[in-house]
């Protein structure tokens, strides 16, 4: 046997439970996903699509990460859509306001009494659906889904909530684990899992997350194409933003963006207006806002890659844009 080295031959212990078996994820499969993919024009690396599958059918819930424009969100979506089956999936946008209210949920008063209302967590798991969270990583983790952590690893928790004044106390309760005694279980379904994405740069701004919630999930990263591979994406009458890919070099940005702005030029050049003034708009309209935060070696290298395909007027127009949206100053 080998010593667990890259090449070797390792025999698995026998505690290691097997994986769950993959027709507990619904429809999902990498061929599935990857046909999925495809019919609304997106195509991603074999080795991504095999990887999502692998971690979800493992037990793992899933972290999707990389640049902005990645197809992140639309990848989380297509998963899950596919695993969910006739209940599909519950889709959510992690906000900085979150705390677990939004997650678990909270005792409201009515014209009844005090009734539960249940969170985004409890809803998915009350409705046998999925859970997709967007940009979690905006969210206060630990006030937001602190409580879930027990869960999310396994084990029961008991909360401080009825679903009414007569109810028992609600208990969230895993797969295999032992429900509370005295408690009205809302059980987690079988093969359910959550699927999340943030966005790389935000991680500088945003709340770190939790290693309680690191560790529940499996980390799995969506890379922009080189720009040999984006600029052919965007061939055709929308290539003359081509140029502006480079700006990829002051902050990497996913296909999606240059996508949008090349479709945005194929119209506007029908405008006869005058290609500077085409990329002009389409910095501004598409490009511009994903470079918030930049500092002033990313503004100047910024400068440098556009001077020269705009002409003076937008040249002109483009250092006041810069100026008022992303707060540097003309020189």
């Given amino acids: 046997m080998g010593t667990g080295h890259l090449g070797t031959v390792t025999r698995v212990p026998d505690h290691v439970s097997p994986p769950p078996a993959s027709t507990r994820l619904g429809d999902l499969t990498a061929d599935a996903l990857r046909a999925r993919a495809e019919a609304i024009g997106i195509r991603y690396p074999d080795h991504l699509v095999s990887q999502v599958v692998a971690a979800l059918e493992t037990g793992r819930?899933?972290?999707?990460?990389?640049?902005?424009g990645t197809g992140k969100t639309t990848l989380a979506h297509l998963a899950a859509e596919l695993a969910g089956g006739p209940g599909g999936f519950l889709p959510a946008t992690a906000t900085g306001s979150w705390t677990s209210a939004d997650t678990v949920g909270e005792t409201v008063p009515t014209h009844e009494g005090p009734v539960f209302r249940p969170g985004t967590f409890v809803q998915a798991l009350d409705e046998g659906r999925w859970l997709v969270i967007d940009e979690i990583n905006r969210a206060d983790i630990d006030a937001a889904l602190g409580a879930l952590f027990t869960v999310l690893g396994g084990q029961a928790v008991v909360l401080p909530h009825r679903r009414h004044s007569l109810g028992r106390p609600l208990s969230i309760v895993p797969e295999?684990?032992?429900?509370?005694?005295?408690?009205?279980?809302?059980?987690?379904?079988?093969?359910?899992r959550i699927i999340a994405t943030m966005n790389d740069f935000d991680k500088r701004t945003l709340h770190d997350l939790s290693y309680a919630l690191m560790r529940r999930f499996a980390f799995i990263e969506v890379l922009a194409p080189d720009d040999d591979a984006l600029a052919a994406l965007i061939a055709g009458p929308g290539d003359l933003i081509a140029p502006l890919i480079a700006i990829r070099r002051v902050r990497e940005l996913g296909p999606a963006v240059f996508l949008d702005a090349a479709q945005f030029a194929t119209r506007r050049v029908r405008d006869d207006?005058?290609?500077?003034?085409?990329?002009?708009?389409?910095?501004?309209?598409?490009?511009?806002?994903?470079?918030?935060?930049?500092?002033?070696?990313?503004?100047?290298?910024?400068?440098?890659?556009?001077?020269?395909?705009?002409?003076?007027?937008?040249?002109?127009?483009?250092?006041?844009?810069?100026?008022?949206?992303?707060?540097?100053?003309?020189?």
């Fill in 176 to 192: 295999g684990a032992r429900v509370p005694h005295g408690t009205d279980a809302v059980h987690v379904p079988p093969g359910w």
């Fill in 273 to 331: 207006v005058t290609p500077s003034r085409v990329r002009y708009e389409a910095l501004f309209a598409y490009l511009l806002p994903q470079l918030d935060g930049v500092d002033d070696d990313g503004v100047r290298l910024l400068r440098e890659i556009t001077d020269p395909v705009l002409d003076p007027p937008e040249r002109a127009a483009l250092a006041r844009a810069i100026e008022r949206v992303l707060g540097a100053p003309l020189r």
């Fill in 61 to 68: 819930h899933v972290m999707l990460t990389g640049p902005p």
